[in-house]
């Protein structure tokens, strides 16, 4: 949600800020602007629009000349506060002085803008980035240092922000400040620039600087120095990333989430690559101190959201039924704002592709502080996530990289697919180290995990049969999911996947919940796809399948090939797979859900990759 792309170098800098730009389009935005300092005028020269970035580079392209400058900052907004509109659009400028980039919520931005008001600062947006502006602008009265300027109008502000700052009084200065909100500093030669992630700055640098909670950093061309949140120089490693430019390309794909499903089958492999041998886990993938933690835990604890949150309860039904440990698991924005009780124990596990979910990180941390206040209280930490450098990893005692790669469509693809492998590895590894499972039966498990992605390149050849079913959702408004056991939550994950994309009102439900209540919804106007393994409970769900026929509901069945469920009028059936266990079941039978949404997001002629309303990242609340 929201981006931010800024720079400073001897060259003209738009190209590279309008690139990068379009390189975080998925995060997900309405609204886009630019704002550079212009050599020739001295003055700071701003570009703002509603809609997408083409709209942007349409307005700039009536004037080029006045936004060619060395130093600039660049938005995509995600409107949180004020509606969609060129006024609220970043960045702002405060008296034509400094101009301001902001990415998170300011939560006492009102009573700061009253203060100000009072002052004779007047407000042209309704947003609440607005008064950092002004802030800015008001220390810089007393002061011609930008850094210091910045530095006290960020200490009065409570909330979340990454910031990307430039003033005519420092025109050979860039200010980048980051507190809850993730911003890294690309590294180039004669020139940096900083944005919300790298794969902004892909054109331009392959080494990055990650800014660390309350860090603030004074950036010119030829160097950078960085402050803690104690106001001391700070030491923070370049590290050189592995992502290519070629991986956030579309290649021959029509769209990001496309492209994304059909690498699944190379993601799942780059999750295992390390961490298991032919016949077992290697536990101290999770870590130098796994094995002593997890051999001392009696319960877990999951925290998620959203497509996390599918993959969490998958895992609960795998670690209740696999190892008898007990799980639990809770979305992240109703845990962090209540009591729970903590037991001694406990190994939580956050579960976030870019590491950076608001409500996921803010759980962690109300979970460390209690541990900080508790010193008695024996508990352990560990993240699951996409990006290594990530604020979940940095602050989780324990880590592990799902390897992915980048994940550029808004609906999570294989993103849940390797959080449900790297879920597997941990129940595996805790089950091996308590010795909960044998070996023989660590084997087994290992060996679905070796022909899962062969599974999933399966399952990828029903597409063209998805396709004609997906026409069949041209004219419809709502579809029913249903699943059991492990295959309930991919339903529940094969509803918010077609709602997200298509925008069809979609829900999922136990298949034995039928009679309390879904029955009443089913008519031919309501699809119903279910998923039938060929498990313990497949004779109850041929049952509730007959329940939905009688009533004239038309059925989409994804079964297992020995499951044995005839095509008929009204049941259309997709033989997927076979030969799959607990683990590998629900991973493939996922895979012709995600196809499905697709294909009837594009017989419904929707935006798949970057749907209305959403954002990729949700690093805000």
């Not at 697919?417 to 044998?438: C, D, E, H, W």
């Not at 949404?597 to 209305?612: I, M």
């Amino acid at each position: 949600m929201c981006g931010i792309v800024a720079g400073i170098a001897e060259r003209n800098v738009l190209p590279i800020l309008l690139g990068g730009l379009r390189k975080l389009e998925y995060r997900g935005y309405d609204s886009a602007g630019i704002a550079v300092f212009n050599d020739e005028s001295k003055t700071l020269q701003r570009v703002r629009a509603i809609g997408k970035i083409k709209n942007l580079d349409a307005r700039i392209q009536q004037n080029p000349q006045a936004l060619t400058g060395k130093i600039g900052i660049a938005h995509t907004r995600w409107a949180t506060h004020g509606a969609a509109s060129e006024n609220n659009a970043h960045p702002h400028i405060c008296n034509n002085k400094v101009a301001v980039v902001h990415n998170g919520i300011i939560e006492n931005y009102q009573q700061i803008k009253t203060t100000q008001i009072q002052k004779g600062y007047q407000f042209s947006s309704e947003t609440d980035t607005e008064v950092i502006a002004h802030a800015i602008h008001q220390q810089l009265e007393n002061t011609d240092d930008l850094l210091k300027a910045v530095s006290q109008a960020t200490s009065g502000l409570k909330g979340a922000y990454a910031l990307g700052v430039i003033s005519i009084s420092s025109p050979e200065t860039l200010i980048a400040a980051r507190k809850g909100s993730p911003l890294v500093i690309g590294v180039g030669i004669g020139e940096h620039f900083i944005a919300s992630d790298v794969s902004a700055l892909l054109p331009v640098t392959q080494n990055f600087i990650f800014l660390e909670e309350g860090d603030i950093a004074k950036i010119t061309r030829k160097s950078v120095e960085i402050f803690d949140v104690d106001g001391h120089l700070a030491s923070r490693p370049i590290k050189q990333s592995s992502l290519t430019l070629q991986a956030v390309e579309l290649g021959n794909h029509k769209h990001f989430m496309h492209k994304e499903i059909f690498e699944q089958p190379q993601a799942v492999i780059n999750a295992l690559e390390g961490r298991i041998t032919d016949d077992q886990v290697l536990v101290s993938s999770f870590g130098q101190q796994a094995e002593n933690i997890f051999k001392d835990i009696k319960q877990i604890q999951i925290i998620a959201c959203g497509t996390s949150y599918h993959a969490g309860l998958v895992a609960k039904y795998w670690i209740e039924d696999i190892i008898a440990l007990p799980c639990q698991i809770e979305v992240a924005s109703e845990y962090r704002y209540r009591n729970p009780v903590i037991q001694d124990h406990t190994l939580f596990v956050t579960i976030s592709q870019s590491g950076e979910t608001a409500d996921t990180l803010a759980a962690l941390q109300k979970i460390n502080t209690q541990r900080t206040n508790n010193s008695s209280l024996n508990i352990a930490t560990l993240s699951i996530c996409n990006v290594a450098e990530s604020s979940l990893t940095r602050e989780s005692d324990l880590t592990c990289l799902t390897h992915a790669g980048p994940e550029i469509g808004v609906a999570s693809t294989k993103a849940f697919t390797t959080q449900l492998v790297v879920l597997a590895l941990l129940l595996t590894s805790i089950g091996k180290i308590q010795k909960r499972i044998s070996e023989s039966h660590e084997g087994r498990i290992i060996k679905g995990l070796h022909i899962l992605p062969n599974l999933i390149k399966d399952a990828l050849q029903h597409e063209e049969t998805i396709k004609i079913i997906a026409k069949e959702f041209a004219d419809k408004n709502h579809a029913l999911f249903l699943g059991r056991g492990t295959m309930y939550p991919i339903a529940m994950e094969g509803a918010l996947k077609l709602k997200e994309i298509s925008y069809i009102h979609a829900e999922a439900y136990p298949a034995g919940e039928l009679k309390h209540g879904p029955l009443a919804l089913i008519d031919k106007n309501m699809p119903v796809i279910a998923i039938a393994p060929l498990d313990d409970l497949l004779e109850k769900l041929k049952s509730n399948l007959h329940e939905v026929k009688a009533r004239g509901g038309q059925m989409i069945i994804f079964e297992d090939k020995k499951s044995d469920i005839s095509s008929e009028q009204d049941f259309t059936v997709v033989k997927v797979t076979s030969n799959v266990g607990r683990i590998t079941a629900p991973i493939t039978f996922n895979i012709t859900l995600q196809l499905l949404s697709y294909h009837v997001a594009l017989t419904k002629g929707t935006d798949v990759d970057q749907p209305r309303n959403l954002a990729k990242s949700v690093t805000v609340e």
